[in-house]
T-cell receptor, first 113, second 114 residues
């Protein structure tokens, strides 16, 4: 069975600081990995995805993520956080012929001015 | 182009009632999936439909059912509502069912059970 762990429930950073959100997955073969962002009262917006190839993937809004097979990780990064980045971030995995997305419990990001 | 649209946006029901939630996928998308998001948790997979056929089902009771119409829109039905069914119900669409095809989500229907 596939699973996702997001170890940090809540992270607070100052505007302009760098950001790294952690994600660890469990899946027996090469996974398909995603990061989504959810603003209050909204649905999920896809930030980026990893399917194969280059392990560093670029997404929207200046986000990037790095796939590390040896660590079963897919951490999300941004060099300089903006106040508008405050939201909840979800990592998700989809494996092989499996049709469903399995999500972590999310990390709530607060940005201080 | 319009994204995934869901209706209604909010709904209040009482225990034992029945509810129908609706979803229109992005134009050209033939697959629709439904997820339940309880407060403080990540979304949980309920169903996937493709070409009007159920392609996958999550660990939800038979009170939950869904269908997809010829225009690829979809309905999620929940019978005999329980307090624990209170959640945000999200619909996602994708071009097909391939694992390399990302799912695009609507803003959800907030269901409250009294």
């Amino acid at each position: 069975a596939q699973s996702v762990t997001q170890p940090d429930i809540h992270i607070t950073v100052s505007e302009g600081a760098s950001l790294e959100l952690r994600c660890n997955y469990s899946y027996g073969a090469t996974p398909y990995l995603f990061w989504y962002v959810q603003s209050p009262g909204q649905g999920l917006q896809l930030l980026l995805k990893y399917f194969s190839g280059d392990t560093l993937v670029q997404g929207i809004k200046g986000f990037e993520a790095e796939f590390k097979r040896s660590q079963s990780s897919f951490n999300l990064r941004k060099p300089s956080v903006h106040w508008s980045d405050a939201a909840e971030y979800f990592c998700a995995v989809r494996g092989g012929s499996n049709y469903k997305l399995t999500f972590g419990k999310g990390t709530l990001l607060t940005v201080n001015p | 182009d319009a994204g995934v649209t869901q209706s209604p946006t909010h709904l209040i029901k009482t225990r034992g009632q029945h509810v129908t939630l609706r979803c229109s996928p992005i134009s050209g998308h033939k697959s629709v999936s439904w997820y339940q998001q309880v407060l403080g948790q990540g979304p949980q997979f309920i169903f996937q439909y493709y070409e009007k056929e159920e392609r996958g089902r999550g660990n939800f009771p038979d009170r939950f059912s869904a269908r997809q119409f010829p225009n690829y829109s979809s309905e999620l039905n929940v019978n005999a509502l329980l307090l624990g069914d209170s959640a945000l119900y999200l619909c996602a669409s994708s071009v097909g069912t391939g694992t390399n095809q990302p799912q695009h989500f609507g803003d959800g229907t907030r269901l409250s059970i009294l």
